[in-house]
């Protein structure tokens, strides 16, 4: 999935009630402007003060930090959750597209560079 989206459809559908685990390959890479992250994200210095603003938000989950690998069902943040370095496993709130983003601020999506790879399963 490439960081400069801001709802990557996978074309993956998932069934509400259904538990799913999401892998992502390790030693991967991506870039917000010049800032290097792993899908964990970071938060920079000067990135602190908008911190607030990024589309999942700190105040939901502390560990929101600029692009923080997010996964979510539709293009709804309703459904909002990190997946970062993974494993990741969870149950789908209600049925529809599995679709994930670069965590980030909606204007800032132009200086994103690069991509991830992951992985989805149907675990029960
Ligand atoms: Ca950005």
């Avoid at 991506?30 to 920079?44: A, C, H, I, K």
Wanted: charged share 15%.
């Amino acid at each position: 999935m490439p960081a400069a989206e801001r709802w990557f459809h996978t074309g993956f559908t998932l069934e509400y009630g259904a538990r799913y685990r999401v892998t992502v390959p390790p030693g991967q890479v991506w870039t917000d402007w010049y800032v290097t992250n792993g899908p964990q994200g970071s938060t920079t210095f000067l990135q602190k003060a908008f911190r607030h603003c990024l589309r999942l938000s700190p105040a939901r989950d502390p560990r929101a930090e600029f692009f923080t690998l997010i996964g979510t069902i539709g293009e709804s943040l309703e459904y909002a959750f990190i997946i970062g370095a993974g494993p990741c496993d969870f149950t789908a709130a209600t049925s529809g597209e599995f679709v994930c983003f670069a965590n980030d601020i909606w204007p800032a999506y132009w200086n994103n560079h690069g991509s991830m790879r992951l992985s989805i399963v149907r675990i029960s």
